[in-house]
């Protein structure tokens, strides 16, 4: 008697950067418990765990279907016991209890409120925390002196934590150019960050600057901060300033976070490809760059620890190359 089985199994290689995993995700229900699980860890100081589980997320996003059973995830990288355990309880009984009771608990409640402070890290939030302090009105109460970023970020807390739109940005865009080629004529500025990867939000916008000419771009970063600030776009750079509003009582302008980044022309495909994201995605390039090829790899540069020289590049393209990686566009590192 003969028998016969025919087994269909995914096959994932384990870096991230080695997939493209896209904006579609078959498995959100399972990626969003462990990325629950992942916030908490972080915020939580435990970067270890909270990396475990991002990974973890990262190969079940990757997979071309919903997971239904366990057997399916037979062989695949980077799923430990603990993310395994969380993965089963959803497929067995819909929700994975640690990610509920975790969602439901004080502490991270709170540490989510008191982090959605702009300038408020793990480590503040968590003195705060064992002050009693849980909440925004608590905080408010309690006398604690906030620097200036905090006192920026509590003012304008519900603007700051509404999700960027790409409307939004694309508005923030247009501002941001005219800043840039107001002060340096010939000075280039893209998208990076989400946006980039073609997110239709986030929590932020970030943008690249450069100049074709290296060197001109020296100086640049106060001229455009000081431009935005005497058009009054500017609410808070690392001095609060005016925010704007209309007469009547409704917002013209919400606060937006922008992050910008210059970059000598040099530099500007490492800048680029460092700052696009997402951060797994980089957090795991730079490890297949230490781990698998001995070199340094770092949002400026690309060191080749054996032959101890600089790798130069003046694209995307020519890093994955050097890396020895199978190029991967940015709308494909949604990792
Ligand atoms: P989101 O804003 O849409 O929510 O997500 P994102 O655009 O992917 O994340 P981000 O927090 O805005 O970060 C964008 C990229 O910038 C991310 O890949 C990591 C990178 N990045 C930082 N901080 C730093 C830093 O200090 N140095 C370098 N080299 N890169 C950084 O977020
Ligand atoms: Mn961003
Ligand atoms: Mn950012």
Redesign the pocket.
Known sequence: QTSEAEVVVFSVPSYACQRRTTLENHNAVLTDALALLAENAELSEEEGRGVAFRRAAAVLKALPRPVTSMTELRGLPCLGDHSLRVIKDILENGASSEAESTKQSERYKALKVLTGIFGVGAKTADRWIREGILGLQQLQESGQTLNRAQQAGLEHYDDLNQ??TKADADVISEIVERAVVSVLPGAQMTL??????G?L??????FLITHPEEGREVGLMPKVVSWLESQGFLLYQKTTRNSERSRSGHKLWRAV?V?L?VSPISQFAF?LL??????L??RELRRWAGHERNMSL???ALYDNKQRIYLRATSEEEIFAHLGLEFIPPSERNT
Do not use: L, N, Q, Y
Not at 192 to 197: A, D, H, K, L, T
């Open positions: 999700p960027v990076i960050g989400g946006f980039r990867r997110k939000s986030g929590h932020d916008v970030d976070r992050d980044v800048a460092g700052w696009t994201g997402s951060k995605f980089e770092s949002s400026h």
